[in-house]
């Protein structure tokens, strides 16, 4: 699978000019897209996270979203060692053993506590590092705004995280949609932000961000897969 994602995103890369890096060439594409992931949001996804928000207490959401962040935490730690950043990858590690110890398998956030650092980071910033340029921008039903570049790393992190190493298909799959609800519902505070063109204000803050991540900003986005979407200081 990685062979099959890298040789990818060499042909990726050798298609993609240096001017496409930045610009949108496939808007039309996208912006279809993004209107059917609103009417499934709209229709779907939203209802069920304003659902699932009513019903679950904010203490338990926080434990749900903190479960989650172990596994991005997992995945993070194996994207700082394939980026040579050892240090980095250790650290992650050592959250991840901490709050699945201390934290009852993650459900408590004891490595933050603890001011045990935490690296974020994701196979496509790790290919951003081996020099792989990001491509045109692309937005994906239901997964929303990528560059080519993290399309790659998506796939990657989907199969190399331990969410996807859990059980069969159907249990990764009940996961994922788990965790897309759980996000939603955290973002559900959010929607009034968005005014004007709503498609160009969320393509420019994704593609600020992943420059942000690799330039190593390493910033808190709430639009990419890292955000945690729940602060415990908040209760």
Excluded: C
Excluded at 61 to 72: A, D, E, T, W
């Amino acid at each position: 699978m990685l062979r099959l994602i890298i040789s990818l995103a060499v042909l990726m890369t050798l298609l993609a000019s240096p001017a496409q890096a930045e610009d949108d060439p496939f808007e039309g594409f996208n912006r279809g897209v993004y209107n059917f992931n609103n009417g499934a949001d709209k229709y779907l996804v939203r209802p069920v996270a304003k659902g699932y928000a009513a019903v679950m207490p904010r203490p338990a959401r926080i434990g749900v979203n903190n479960f989650f962040s172990n596994f991005i935490d997992a995945n993070a730690s194996l994207n700082a060692f394939l980026q040579g950043r050892v240090d980095y990858g250790f650290g992650n590690l050592t959250r991840v053993v901490v709050n699945s110890t201390l934290g009852i398998f993650g459900l408590f956030d004891v490595a933050t506590r603890l001011n045990i650092p935490q690296y974020r980071t994701d196979f496509g910033h790790t290919l951003a590092i081996w020099g792989f340029e990001p491509g045109p921008f692309v937005m994906w039903p239901f997964l929303g705004p990528r560059t080519m570049r993290s399309s790659f790393g998506t796939v990657f992190d989907a199969y190399a995280s331990p969410t996807g190493q859990i059980g069969g298909q159907k249990a990764q799959w009940g996961l994922r949609a788990f965790e897309i609800v759980d996000i939603r519902a955290g973002l559900l505070g959010a929607d009034q932000l968005l005014s004007g063109d709503q498609y160009i204000f969320l393509r420019d803050a994704y593609l600020q961000q992943r420059r942000l991540l690799t330039s190593d900003g390493n910033p808190v986005d709430d639009f990419s897969e890292f955000d945690d979407g729940w602060e415990e200081d908040d209760l």
